[in-house]
């Protein structure tokens, strides 16, 4: 991992004491849980002549540079949430960043939630999350780290996935928080390999859609808990409209589009812009 070393696997349950709240960063961090129930890692840093908002602010921009992705923000009451972007088997995961007011300073806290049956080593856990609260600054140099991070987003390069994989990738994340899925999956790109089951005109352009079962009754190998699958369907980008009315059903596709919309109770995710990947 490029963030935590998080590992999903064998349980292992480490007695850390919690470390009470001090003038550092590290001296704040405190571990909580274990990975039976859920391990948390919290560490937060108070800041002289800076205001909650101006905080997250900031923050925004340390974690987009980091390679965090913005989940949502709330600037105006110091509240944001990021994610770490999934990895192999492993899960996003979120952290929860508050800023509060203390007279004319501000108190930062990050909170990283990781979820039952993961585990990360304690020292990286603190090494990361103080990496990014001891970037926060007061006074000038605050608000204009702020303004300038007003407009960063994560330049993520397109995913490649099988549709089957996606499908099941979605469907998992839904079933678990679907309120979440468009925030995590919004501004991405992705290069989805698979067959089709059909093209239809979609307004003013065609709509491509992933040969992809309804539900997991059709396969013989599932991951997670739940049935529907997510269906997948791209929008082909201007001059592609030949491309589409080329195809058939069963036809082996490989599109690259952004996300655009996802319907949780029709389970249905559809992407943008799509044309032919290289």
Same mark, same amino acid.
């Given at each position: ?10 349980? !292992? ?9 001090? /003038? ?5 961090? +405190?571990?909580? @849980? ?35 992705? #913005?989940?949502?923000?709330? /600037?105006?009451?110091?509240? =944001? ?15 929860? +960043? ?15 939630? !990781?979820?039952?049956?993961?585990? /990360?080593? +304690? ?8 990496? =990014? ?7 000038? %140099?605050?608000?204009? %780290? ?6 960063? +987003?994560?330049?993520? %390069? ?33 290069? #989805? ?9 979609? %307004? ?16 013989? !190998?599932? #991951? ?25 059903? @069963?036809?082996? #596709?490989? !599109? ?12 249905? =995710? ?9």
């Amino acid at each position: 991992m490029r963030y935590f070393d998080v590992l999903v696997g064998a349980i !292992l349950a480490l007695a850390i004491p919690s470390t009470a709240v001090g /003038a550092t960063c590290e001296d704040s961090f +405190v571990k909580k @849980g274990n990975e039976l129930s859920g391990l948390r890692f919290i560490a937060e840093i108070a800041v002289e002549d800076l205001m909650p908002p101006t905080a997250i602010g900031q923050m925004r921009g340390i974690a987009v540079a980091k390679g965090y992705d #913005i989940i949502t923000e709330e /600037a105006e009451y110091g509240s =944001m949430l990021i994610e770490q972007p999934r990895s192999g088997s492993v899960r996003p995961f979120p952290i929860v +960043v508050t800023a509060t007011s203390e007279g004319g300073a501000s108190r930062v806290k990050l909170e990283a939630k !990781l979820f039952r049956g993961m585990f /990360a080593g +304690v020292e990286n856990a603190k090494t990361e999350l103080c990496s =990014m609260l001891n970037k926060v600054q007061g006074g000038p %140099a605050g608000i204009e %780290a702020a303004a300038r991070s007003k407009d960063a +987003v994560s330049a993520n %390069a397109p995913s490649v996935s099988a549709s089957m994989t996606l499908s099941q990738q979605i469907s998992q994340e839904a079933a678990s928080n679907a309120a979440i899925v468009p925030s995590r999956y919004r501004g991405k790109s992705y290069t #989805i390999k698979g067959r089709v089951a059909y093209v239809i005109e979609d %307004a003013d352009s065609y709509r491509i859609a992933y040969d992809i079962p309804e539900t997991t009754s059709d396969l013989a !190998l599932h #991951i997670g808990k739940f049935r529907f699958l997510t269906q997948i369907s791209c929008i082909v980008a201007k001059g592609q409209s030949a491309y589409a009315l080329s195809l058939k059903k @069963g036809s082996s #596709i490989k !599109l690259t589009g952004q996300y655009r919309d996802f319907d949780q109770f029709k389970h249905v =995710m559809w992407f943008d812009g799509c044309r032919p990947a290289e």
